[in-house]
């Protein structure tokens, strides 16, 4: 029983996804090191910057898909993640030019708790 409850307290600690995710954290040093990772990038940005959802959150609660813990090429997490906006201009450079152009603007802002892309 009390392997079954260490299991299930540990599936909510943050570390869980870091074993994969970052390598680490290697503990066993004095001073934990961290590769640059998802995991990195949550402990040593998010985290300080203020932010309070653990990858457990976004991935298995907000996503509504449990287990299955989609990530980037699921399109829902996409949208929960990323935003962006895309602007396009056509013109003609001359009046005797007949091939189109255009100016293409793309925008993003990264609403995750890690880096994107990355992992």
Same mark, same amino acid.
């Given at each position: 029983m009390y392997a079954t409850l260490k299991k299930s307290v540990i599936m909510k600690e943050v570390v869980m996804c870091g074993q994969c995710h970052g390598l680490g954290p290697n503990f066993e040093f004095p001073q934990p090191s961290q590769c640059a990772t +998802? &995991?990195?990038? &949550?402990?040593?940005? !998010?985290v300080p910057s203020g932010g309070a959802e653990t990858c457990q959150d976004c991935h298995m609660k907000k996503s509504g898909k449990g287990h299955t813990m989609p990530a !980037?090429? %699921?399109? %829902?997490? +996409?949208?929960m993640a990323m935003d962006v906006e895309v602007t396009a201009q056509g013109y003609k450079a001359f009046p005797e030019n007949l091939t189109p152009m255009a100016v293409v603007t793309v925008k993003t802002a990264n609403k995750a708790g890690h880096r994107i892309p990355d992992g």
């Open positions: +998802l &995991y990195g990038s &949550y402990t040593h940005a !998010y !980037y090429r %699921d399109p %829902d997490m +996409l949208k």
